[in-house]
């Protein structure tokens, strides 16, 4: 069934021990909405300005992403300025023009309003209670944001939590939002915001979902955690994107399938892993343009020999 | 079969969030006596002072660990003194005195010279070479070193590198070894120095092993990576020791077994992870001298179940 994402399409210009791009095509809803197109129909939300072109345009509809509800305004996309260095876990950034983003007010078109899942990508919380607000007839919402929001917006942000399915952070965010180091304990307070289950993401050593009672409308309980492996890569070109490709395979497959069940869960943590890994190996939204789907059952199948005993 | 570990029988005072202790029994080859014990028959060769009493070396012998290679000297055993803070994923040593270990011999007694697994534990590299030439018979040799040793007795580091089967260290440590910040090019540069095998641990996040053409002397090519997962822990009583006590679940199990297949190696990856979940659950010993062997196969079903796709 289609999601539909809001978020940011915006160009980056990235420096890593690898080489440097300027101005490539990059933002949240961008990278998520690639991941995500391998498995399911996607609709995205987001502003550009008059720099976006046809050419940019058709990144997303040759994979069959809806781009109706991409408005154009004008003036310039938003666009980001980062670097990575040495292990290139953390991006540095060097700048941030919000450009059209500044003013953004999400509209959602008509023919998006049979979606049924909503993903909303890292923006201002006010915008995404707004989107949500919209869609009071999906079956599920998940949900990014970032060390800024928490620390500058946590009104906003408790609102968002209060209604969401999944939350997806990474480790520094999620021990920030709870102001708590041991990580159970952090998952613990965080599920007691609001979210039904948690997916934390760790970088290049995996992902650990936290479920609570209410993960599973289906009766289901699950109070062990959920733990999917990174793959060990040995060349990263450019980690910008990893963790909206995470969210793009673990959401989109999830919303293939006909049901929210624990293996489907483990699945789709694995599927966002898998394109999560793919998304690095290239400069900006390169690799997951071009990725094919036996490549993807592939690396899912590496995935599951790298972590299962009986895998070899 | 009979597993000769080499290493530091000591004293610990201990203080982490959770509380404080003071002159606990710990030492790595104590740490990881314990945890192999339960699956494997161990034999120790350390040295302790006046101070350890017949109380103390109990500890080991109703584990069944065989103690007569642990010398007495005149004098203190080694003491270490050291603190967790946070997150409690780096100990802050506030002091180490090494007492009767300054001038350690390590002897192999007659009775010992039948062992055909040798563990050589966090000690000088040049102590690990000695124990090592003297057991010329032993069909694997795995172990372990520290920051120390890779700065500063890289000579005699590099020639126990040379003869291991298993390198068993941390993120940290491998990453200084091969002076290289990705784990899969500090992987494979450790692997060329000698160990046919490399196994990282990375704390809360699990343990991954680097297999090179030589890690299976029967013709088993592998050379995918295995990742093994770490249980996420709400309280985490004390860190000492979780690494020893990982090498020996992962030791012990692979003494325990008649062959070195992956699958055994995937497994002891595992048991490792398990016994290291109990170590910290508990300040000192104290959880690895009461774990049954009921509890450890519940464990290591646990793990199962928290890294499989059809776990739940």
Redo the contacts between chains.
Sequence with gaps: MSILVVGSVAFDSIETPHGAVDHCLGGAATHFSLAASYFTPVRVIAVVGEDFTAQHEAVLTKRGVDTQGIERAKGLSFHWTGSYE??MDEAKTLGTDLNVFQTFEPKIPDAYADSKFLFLANIDPALQARVRSQMPQVRMVCGDTMNYWIADHSENLAKVLRDLDVLLINDGEVRMLADE?????A??KVLSMGPKTLVVK?G???A?A?FSDRSFGNGTK?S????A?AL?????VDPTGAGDSFAGGFYGYLASQPELT??VF??AM?YGGVMGSFAVERFGTERLQSVTREEIEERFN?F?????????
């Design positions: 040495g292990n180091r041991n990580l159970v304990l998952a613990e760790h290049e050593y995996g650990t936290f699950i062990r955690p959920f733990r492996p060990p890569l040995a060349e990263v624990p293996a483990r699945t694995f590496l599951k020999e790298i972590s299962h005993l009986e895998g070899a």
